[in-house]
């Protein structure tokens, strides 16, 4: 796997506390349970390991991973050394994941592993993401973010929405052509709400913007 076919803007993993941080069981992931949960998150998304580093895996999963019986937030590992082992095999499975980021986002751990979009105005590629987020951070919503940020997706029933990763914001449609132009056409009433709302270096962005991303077909 090169590029992820499907993503979202926030957290990919559950959140957990950082070092020193006081547990928060039953709500987030210790430092060792959320280390194990960036590990799992890149062989979900098809980081190979050896096998070796598979028992590895295994044997830290034995320790950390809650089941219906155990709660998360309250396990860590035994060995300080083994603690350290996980935390650099997590920095591994991370640098993995950063290579894989949608063009004009990257991956970040903090508190959880998020995806989040560069906000570099000069860049050669500006996602909505990124307009639409940095328009927010100057106190503004706009009433066209939603739609102009949807990716096309298709239904178990082949029926075409522009949605994200929650909810079909747009649809259903008989062709991904046209749920992308639903897209696009939001997209430029974005454009009028920016430069509406004073941001005329955001809607200036408009033409380098990412183009509007299609699942593939099943």
């Given at each position: ?101 949608p063009e004009g986002y990257e991956f970040v751990l903090t508190d959880a592993v998020y995806l989040r ?27 066209a973010d939603r739609l102009a940020a949807s990716q096309v997706r298709r239904s178990s029933a082949g ?60």
């Amino acid at each position: 796997m090169t590029a992820l076919e499907r993503w979202h803007v926030g957290p990919w993993t559950t959140r957990g506390t950082l070092p020193g941080e006081p547990l928060e069981p039953g709500r987030k992931r210790t430092p060792d349970e959320l280390n194990f949960d960036v590990v799992g998150l890149a062989r979900i998304l098809g980081r190979r390991l050896s096998g070796r580093e598979e028992l590895q895996v295994r044997l830290w999963q034995n320790e950390l991973r809650p089941t219906h019986t155990r709660r998360c937030g309250v396990h860590t590992l035994a060995d300080p050394d083994n603690s350290r082992l996980l935390a650099e095999t997590a920095q591994e499975a991370l640098a993995w994941l950063a290579s894989r980021a949608p063009e004009g986002y990257e991956f970040v751990l903090t508190d959880a592993v998020y995806l989040r979009p560069l906000t570099e105005l000069a860049a050669e590629i500006v996602t909505v993401d990124a307009v639409i987020q940095l328009a927010a951070e100057r106190g503004d919503a706009l009433p066209a973010d939603r739609l102009a940020a949807s990716q096309v997706r298709r239904s178990s029933a082949g029926e075409w929405f522009a949605g994200d990763a929650v909810c079909n914001w747009s649809g259903p449609y008989p062709t991904a052509e046209e749920a992308a132009d639903a897209i696009r056409a939001a997209r430029v009433e974005l454009t009028n709400q920016l430069t509406e709302a004073g941001h005329p270096d955001l809607a200036a962005t408009f033409s380098r913007w990412s183009d509007v991303h299609v699942e593939p077909a099943a």
